[in-house]
């Protein structure tokens, strides 16, 4: 089983920055497909990006429209953590942001592709 924690949430003002973080503990971290969701208050739960394994030909990611190009997601399967950072942040990048772990060799962009996840990180934007 693997248990996920997140960190580096916080309040950030428009166009600033923040790096979450997702510790990993349990075997294989590096066999698993990793996303990131978030939730704001009153929506639900959506998909924000997911990298695949890395295997001999590399690895994959996928982005959200909102976040493509200002999100970047990444794993160090080495200090089994997933990142995700995060610029030019605007109001609607408000929520409450997720890691989960998918027991996978391909990308996951549905939540009901993913087996376990974090208790989340509050990530809030002021204009």
């Known amino acids: 089983q693997v248990q996920l924690v997140e960190s580096g949430g916080g309040l950030v003002q428009a166009g600033g920055s923040l790096r979450l973080s997702c510790a990993a503990s349990?075997?294989?971290?590096?066999?698993?497909?990793m996303g990131w969701f978030r939730q704001a208050p009153g929506k639900e739960r959506e998909f924000v990006a997911t990298?695949?394994?890395?295997?001999?030909?590399?690895?994959?990611?996928y982005y959200a429209d909102s976040v493509k190009g200002r999100f970047t997601i990444a794993r160090d399967n080495a200090k089994n953590t997933l990142y995700l950072q995060m610029n030019s942040l605007k109001p609607e990048d408000t929520a409450v942001y997720y890691c989960?772990?998918?027991?996978?060799?391909?990308?996951?962009?549905?939540?009901?592709?993913?087996?376990?996840w974090g208790q989340g990180t509050q990530v809030t934007v002021s204009s």
């Open positions: 349990g075997p294989t971290f590096s066999n698993y497909a």
């Open positions: 989960a772990a998918a027991f996978a060799t391909t990308i996951q962009r549905t939540s009901g592709g993913y087996d376990y």
């Open positions: 990298i695949s394994r890395i295997s001999r030909s590399g690895f994959s990611t």
